[in-house]
């Protein structure tokens, strides 16, 4: 468990939100570029690829640390559904609508390490969540001795369950030591099979970012900052597990009341 606190960010609408998202991910990148010469990335679906596409497509200055390199980027998903790479529920197709499809040439093109298309209808998940692990491997140069893949950046949403990734409340799979992707077959939130990184994955990561807007998430905020409850969730276990380096990205609807601390400015 971590002994420092995450950063808790608010601000009055999304677009405010995305204007402060943007230059977070790219000191991200440039930290990233800097270490290794690629920016390894891990996204999820539900509401975050349209902010994120709000952020990286905005306008730009021009200069180096405003521009994102995506020839240099590695795009892995945080979570995703077991189905066909076009079906309307997968995470790579809302990515590709919300994001890929619309970056200019001149900004190069990443790439994109989506599932294996081939396991998504196999009555047991564990193909689909092992293909994804290998692939894994293989990008980050696994030896025997790396026990955990370090992403550079990871961008969570939070369910208004408290779900982030396919994470769910009370499920066992929050216990997961060893394995980077499993598979969750009883997802509550439709569609029920998928696969997810698991927790010790997500709190590895260099940065991990939450983006979380709206008054439908004010209830399940409160908990995870607030409430002694709410420190099982799996969005809270993030937080406890990673610390400072979790930053929310939140806007005021969304935190209305909460009475958490540690509010700064970017
Ligand atoms: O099912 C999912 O939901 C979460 C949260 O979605 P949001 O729409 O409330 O932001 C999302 O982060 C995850 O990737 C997705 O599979």
């Known amino acids: 468990m971590a002994t420092s606190l995450p950063n808790l960010y ?3 609408n999304t677009e405010a939100l995305a204007k402060q998202l943007r230059p977070y991910v790219l000191r991200c990148q440039h930290a990233a570029l800097a270490r290794h010469n690629t920016f390894r990335v891990a996204v999820s679906g539900g509401s975050l690829p349209a902010v994120l596409a709000k952020a990286l497509l905005a306008d730009h200055n021009g200069s180096p640390e405003d521009t994102p390199q995506f020839s240099k980027w590695q795009i892995f998903f945080a979570d995703e559904r077991a189905v066909p790479l076009d079906d309307k529920d997968s995470n790579y197709l809302l990515l ?6 619309k970056i200019p040439a001149e900004l190069g093109a990443p790439t994109v390490h989506p599932i294996d298309e081939k396991h998504v209808h196999d009555d047991d998940t564990q193909a689909l969540a092992d293909a994804y692990q290998e692939d894994l491997m293989r990008s980050f140069a696994a030896k025997e001795s790396v026990k955990l893949p370090i992403f550079d950046l990871i961008l969570l949403g939070c369910g208004p369950d408290g779900h982030t990734c396919s994470l769910f409340p ?6 997961e030591k060893d394995a980077w992707v499993a598979p969750e077959t009883n997802s509550p939130k439709p569609p029920p099979k998928r696969i997810t990184l698991t927790l010790p994955v997500v709190t590895s990561a260099s940065h991990i970012a939450f983006v979380a807007t ?3 998430k004010k209830e399940i905020l409160k908990a995870i900052f607030d409430n002694e409850e709410g420190r099982s969730l799996p969005s809270a276990l993030v937080n406890h597990g990673a610390g400072d380096k979790v930053s929310w990205f939140t806007d005021h609807p969304a935190v209305e009341g909460i009475a958490f601390p540690r509010r700064g400015s970017l």
């Open 10 to 12: 608010s601000f009055p």
């Open 96 to 101: 590709k609508d919300e994001l890929l499809s």
């Open 170 to 175: 009370g499920h066992e799979l929050l216990r």
């Open 214 to 216: 709206g008054g439908g």
